[in-house]
């Protein structure tokens, strides 16, 4: 059993940058952050395959960037240029079939989350 936790949350002004990690207990092959805040749906940011293929939302291409250190069983999001829009919770998220795309629906273990501010 796969398990996640996640930290580097914070609260920053637009325009800042943090950076998330996400500890496991293991290295499934894919893995995935997602965010979601008060009233809104879940929604995919960014996915990175075992092979090291990554797809982003729309709305972060440019400004996040994910990998992830197996040696060190550990997944990260760099997120620069942070806008108050980004402001949610951030999960951490494995998956372990083959479908790493961000809309899957294959992600079945999380972590707690780690909250992300951003004010104007």
């Known amino acids: 059993q796969v398990q996640l936790r996640e930290s580097g949350g914070g609260s920053v002004q637009a325009g800042g940058s943090l950076r998330l990690s996400c500890a496991s207990s293991?290295?499934?092959?894919?893995m995935g952050w997602f965010r979601q805040a008060p009233g809104k749906e879940r929604e995919g940011v960014a996915t990175i395959y075992g092979v090291g293929r990554t797809t982003y939302t729309n709305s972060v291409k440019g400004r996040f960037t994910i990998s992830r250190d197996n040696t060190k069983n550990t997944l990260y999001l760099q997120l620069n240029s942070l806008q108050p829009d980004d402001t949610a919770m951030y999960y951490c998220?494995?998956?372990?079939?083959?479908?790493?795309?961000?809309?899957?629906?294959?992600?079945?273990?999380w972590g707690q989350g780690t909250q992300v501010t951003v004010s104007s």
């Open positions: 293991g290295s499934p092959y894919c």
């Open positions: 998220a494995a998956n372990l079939h083959f479908d790493c795309s961000l809309g899957s629906d294959n992600f079945g273990i």
